[in-house]
């Protein structure tokens, strides 16, 4: 496969790639990272986000971003950056896709509730799931276990990463210990991760009447925002309303993340991946934005994760993940035989690796299972 002329020298190219653990042949006419984004769609780890918390419980109602309504969110933003960028919008596409495949049910309280049980066998860190899920867990090929995907891809799934993981992971860790960078692709698909969450998490406080738009508006972000829309729309209210802000957000963020991405490229003189690898990280937003951005993230803090009502939650998630890593551990014989033959191999990792695949109502129904006396079937 030839280079693809319309990209950025310092873009990602297919036909550069790194490569895959097990050598496959061409999947022509895809190329190498459109092949990744197909496999992780067709994955049933991305099909189990549909099930999984974003802020609020799948079951709290229809309307409120899942993990993977999140995770095709997070594309679409990171596509339309690369695309203004020229870089590789297929490699963007797929770690987009797959940046949270590892994470747990109940949102970051069952991430958090399973790195404390983990705390004595090596920790959790959900990115670190994320690329086990693609290299191990996913069981779909009759050559290899996971996924196969490209060095890049993985490269951008692992988001962040322990040194002590690092130091285990060869040449995908190698960046981390050396302070190296990842592609730009990846670097993209980050911030797209940010601007999409906390946009988003806007539009779900509001609509559940966790967040209002009066307090919103101590964030500087919103309320420019805001006041644009009501000098425009005076009579505006309602979704319509809060659309056309959270819009308007986002788009200020793209601009201003593309065009201060450009002035970091040409400042630093980048002309090819090797210099993006070498260099600072080179995607980011401009002091003052990225500034109005912490506003916002801290607000949100607050005012909604930190809400009594989803504390209430977080509290019950916590308690299901630690209940039922502690019964597994101590008495693997109440999983079914497939999951209690790899906890023979593999001990406390191959439960967590079963806790943080479930989805919020298999978690739960596991636990009644378990421990609700009123339900004595299995």
């Known amino acids: 496969m030839s280079a693809r002329p319309e990209l950025a020298p310092y873009a990602a190219q297919d036909s550069l790639t790194k490569g895959r653990v097990h050598e496959e042949p061409p999947a022509a006419p895809r190329g190498e990272f459109q092949r990744d984004r197909d496999r992780i769609v067709h994955s049933t780890a991305f099909r189990r986000l549909e099930y999984k918390t974003q802020v609020f419980v799948n079951h709290e109602g229809d309307h409120f971003r899942t993990r993977l309504t999140h995770s095709l969110e997070v594309a679409q933003i990171g596509r339309t950056i690369a695309r203004m960028l020229n870089l590789n919008e297929e490699l963007t596409e797929a770690v987009t896709l797959a940046h949270d495949l590892g994470h747990t049910p109940f949102g970051h309280a069952g991430q958090d509730a399973l790195n404390a049980c983990m705390k004595d066998y090596g920790g ?102 805001h006041d644009e829309v009501m000098a425009k729309y005076p009579q505006l209210n309602g979704r319509r309303k809060v659309h056309e802000i959270i819009r308007r957000m986002i788009n200020t963020l793209i601009i201003d993340l593309v065009t201060t991405t450009r002035a970091n490229l040409e400042r630093a003189g980048v002309q090819s991946l090797a210099d993006v690898r070498n260099a600072s990280p080179l995607v980011s937003l401009s002091d003052e934005i990225r500034e109005q951005q912490r506003e916002l993230k801290h607000y949100l803090r607050i005012n909604l994760y930190q809400h009594y009502q989803v504390m209430r939650m977080t509290s019950k998630a916590a308690r299901i993940i630690q209940s039922l890593f502690d019964t597994f551990l101590a008495e693997p014989r109440l999983l079914s035989p497939e999951h209690h033959e790899n906890v023979q191999r593999d001990g406390a990792r191959a439960i967590s690796d079963y806790i943080a695949g479930m989805t919020d109502r298999y978690a739960m129904r596991e636990y009644r299972r378990i421990f609700g006396i009123e339900e004595i079937s299995v």
């Open 124 to 225: 959790f860190e959900h990115n670190l799931q994320s690329l086990r899920v693609v290299d191990q867990l996913e069981q779909r090929y009759a050559e290899f276990d996971g996924l196969n995907l490209c060095f890049e891809t993985r490269e951008g799934i692992l988001k962040h990463c322990s040194l002590a993981n690092a130091r285990e992971l060869g040449e995908l860790g190698q960046r981390f210990l050396e302070k190296k960078q990842p592609s730009l692709e990846a670097q993209v698909a980050n911030l797209a991760d940010e601007i999409a969450y906390n946009n988003h998490d806007v539009d779900d406080g509001l609509r559940s009447g966790l967040l209002s738009e009066e307090g919103l508006m101590e964030s500087r972000l919103f309320a420019r925002h």
